[in-house]
Nanobody
C-alpha cells in the first residue's frame, strides 16, 4: 500500500505558475504509474496528466497540454505537476493517484488504486 500527500497548492494570479508535489510513502514508488486528476465543486473528477513508472511516458488532457508538465523523481518518491499560464478555469482541487497494475488507460479514474486527499488551487483574475 502507498500513501499519497499533495502539496504546493495555493492562490495565484491568472497567468501565473504553481508547482504541485505528490509525495509517496514506502520504498516501491517506482512500482506505480501515477496520475493527476482535478475536481471542481459539483462536477466529476477529471483527468489532468499521467506519467509512467519510469517517467518516460506522459499523457495530458487537451485542456492542459502545453501548459502543464508532469514529472517524477523516483529517488525522492515524488511526482510533480508544473502548471504555467494558469487561468481561473484551473481553480479546482487537484488529486494525485497511483496505479499498481495494468496501466492501459492513464486517463481512467477507475484505473488508479490509491489517492491523495487533494490540494486546492485558486487562480484569481
Amino acid at each position: 500500500q502507498v500513501q499519497l500527500v499533495e502539496s504546493g497548492g495555493g492562490l495565484v494570479q491568472a497567468g501565473g505558475s504553481l508547482r504541485l508535489s505528490c509525495a509517496a510513502s514506502g520504498r516501491t514508488f517506482i512500482s506505480y504509474a501515477m496520475g493527476w486528476f482535478r475536481q471542481a465543486p459539483g462536477k466529476e473528477r477529471e483527468f489532468v496528466a499521467a506519467i509512467s513508472r519510469s517517467g518516460g511516458n506522459t499523457n495530458y488532457a487537451d485542456s492542459v497540454k502545453g501548459r502543464f508538465t508532469n514529472s517524477r523523481d523516483n529517488a525522492k518518491n515524488t511526482m510533480y505537476l508544473q502548471m504555467n499560464s494558469l487561468t481561473p478555469e484551473d481553480t479546482v482541487v487537484y488529486y494525485c493517484a497511483a496505479n499498481r497494475g495494468n496501466w492501459r488507460n492513464p486517463a481512467a479514474e477507475s484505473g488508479y488504486d490509491y489517492w491523495g486527499k487533494g490540494t486546492q488551487v485558486t487562480v484569481s483574475t
